[in-house]
Every structure is written in structure tokens, then in C-alpha cells.
């Protein structure tokens, strides 16, 4: 089975500054790795996401994220941060095969401080 | 990018009343497509996957009975929630994914509120 683990369940950071957002995942098969935003009474919008090959990914609205395969993780950074950025941030991972379901954290509450 | 398209967006209906959520694939076809949902300031919860033209999985503590979810073609997938009650006010969220693809994409969501 997998989990996701998003320690930081609000980080408030203020406009132009860097952010990240940790997340931390566990599974004994080979994952793949996600990050969603979700705006208010919205559905979900996909950032980035890794599949394989380079450990740095790019993604929309300049975010990146880190695969770090020893220590299980795939941080969210953003070096300046606006305030349209704020919003529920999840990271997410899905099984390589079989039906692909997506376990999700529970979520990092970014607000960005004018 | 491919697009899921949820309808409605907000519902609201009387208690004991059934209502139905549909999740449309609008521009490839879906094989499987995955019914989430979300209470207030919380995470998704996977509540079924449905593949076209057989019977939904139900994750454990999801009452089938209860959420029907068909999945009559490779567009479309509906889910029912029967005899609603206020506890069953939610978020729901339809993911749909082709087959051979890595990645799903997700709907905009429906607002339940059961008066």
C-alpha cells in the first residue's frame, strides 16, 4: 500500500518570498509522484509530475519539485512566491501499473502575505 | 491537455432524495475513471474505481448501496447518491484516465448539500 504525508498543513510565507512544501510518501512498489493546486470550490489543477528519469521536475506557474528517492520525498519549491499562488496545495502518488489510483496527502494551505 | 468535464457543479436537494453526478471525458476515452470525495479543509478520499463496462471497486467503508457509480461508456461515468442525507453534503470529484496513460485528469468538482 501507499500514503502521503504532507507535514505542514498551512505555511503562510509573504508575497515575493521562496516557499516549499514537503511532502514525504511510503510505498514498497515503484511510485509516481504529483502535485496538484486546488482553488477554492474547485477541482484539481496538476503542477508537475514524475514519472522517471530527472530527479528535477518543472512545472506550470514556476513551480519545481525534487525526486529524492532515498529519502522518499518529492518537495514543492517556488522561488517567489505571489499572491495569486495562494491555495490547497496536494501531492499525490499513483501506482506504475495496474489501475493507476492516486493516493493523496492531506493537503499544505499555502497563503501568500501581501 | 485532455478535459473532464463534472456535472453540476453545485446541487443541492431535499433529504431522501436521490441524486446523480456525471463525469464526462470530453476529448479522449476513458477507461477507468476514479470517484473521489472531499469534506471541508481535507484531503480527497478515493471512494471507487470504475472501469467501462463492468462493476465498480468500492474502497473498504464506502457503501455500495449507497454511491452507485456506472460507468456505462468510455465518456461517461455517473454517480448516484441514494436516499441523501445532510452527512452525505461532501465535495465530489471524478478523475478519468485512458488506457496506456500514466497521468488522470481531474473534474471540477461537484458541491452536494442535502437540506
Known amino acids: 500500500a501507499q500514503s502521503v504525508t504532507q507535514l505542514d498543513s498551512q505555511v503562510p510565507v509573504f508575497e515575493e518570498a521562496p516557499v516549499e512544501l514537503r511532502c514525504n510518501y511510503s510505498s514498497s512498489v515503484s511510485v509516481y509522484l504529483f502535485w496538484y493546486v486546488q482553488y477554492p470550490n474547485q477541482g484539481l489543477q496538476l503542477l508537475l509530475k514524475?514519472?522517471?528519469?530527472?530527479?528535477l521536475v518543472k512545472g506550470i506557474n514556476g513551480f519545481e519539485a525534487e525526486f529524492n528517492k532515498s529519502q522518499t520525498s518529492f518537495h514543492l519549491r517556488k522561488p517567489s512566491v505571489h499572491i495569486s499562488d495562494t491555495a490547497e496545495y496536494f501531492c499525490?502518488?499513483?501506482?506504475?501499473?495496474?489501475?493507476?489510483?492516486?493516493?493523496f496527502g492531506t493537503g499544505t494551505r499555502l497563503k501568500v502575505l501581501a | 491537455g485532455a478535459v473532464v468535464s463534472q456535472h453540476p457543479s453545485r446541487v443541492i436537494c431535499k433529504s431522501g432524495t436521490s441524486v446523480k453526478i456525471e463525469c464526462r471525458s470530453l476529448d479522449f476515452q476513458a477507461t477507468t475513471m476514479f470517484w473521489y470525495r472531499q469534506f471541508p479543509k481535507q484531503s480527497l478520499m478515493l471512494m471507487a474505481t470504475s472501469n467501462e463496462g463492468s462493476k465498480a471497486t468500492y474502497e473498504q467503508g464506502v457503501e455500495k448501496d449507497k454511491f452507485l457509480i456506472n460507468h456505462a461508456s468510455l465518456t461517461l461515468s455517473t454517480l448516484t447518491v441514494t436516499s441523501a442525507h445532510p452527512e452525505d453534503s461532501s465535495f465530489y470529484i471524478c478523475?478519468?484516465?485512458?488506457?496506456?496513460?500514466?497521468?488522470?485528469?481531474f473534474g471540477q468538482g461537484t458541491r452536494l448539500t442535502v437540506v
Open positions: 478523475s478519468a484516465r485512458r488506457q496506456g496513460s500514466t497521468e488522470a485528469f
Open positions: 499525490a502518488v499513483s501506482t506504475t501499473s495496474g489501475t493507476y489510483k492516486y493516493i
Open positions: 514524475y514519472l522517471s528519469g530527472s530527479t
